[in-house]
């Protein structure tokens, strides 16, 4: 009896019949948009690339300043758990002013994490 009403109901009907309609992605609207836009001042800040007013790829700053990481030849460890050792360093001098850091650094800087470097 179970084979039969699965080979009526696909001989009958499609799959897809029952499938629930999903609106299209406005981004793809946006982006037909762009492309029949007739405009040489058009810009497109949708998916893909930004590009320059020669047509390159540009870049963001972000992304370019990310990438002088790669060349620091860094070994993807976490860090310790106390932290990056500069940033508490220089984060203690800017909390504290220079002169009371000057004073207090040895306690400051000083952590109960042994360090796995």
Known sequence: ?????????VSTESWFDQARFIPPDAIFALTAQYIADQSPKK????????????GNPWVLPSVRNSRK???????????PIAGLADFRKEAAKLALGPELFQKQQDKVLATPYPSHH
């Open 69 to 79: 990481l790669l060349s620091q030849e860094l070994n993807h460890e976490y860090l």
């Open 1 to 9: 009896m179970v084979s039969e009403t699965v080979t009526r109901n």
């Open 43 to 54: 810009v497109n800040l949708g998916q893909g690339t930004y590009r320059d007013e020669h």
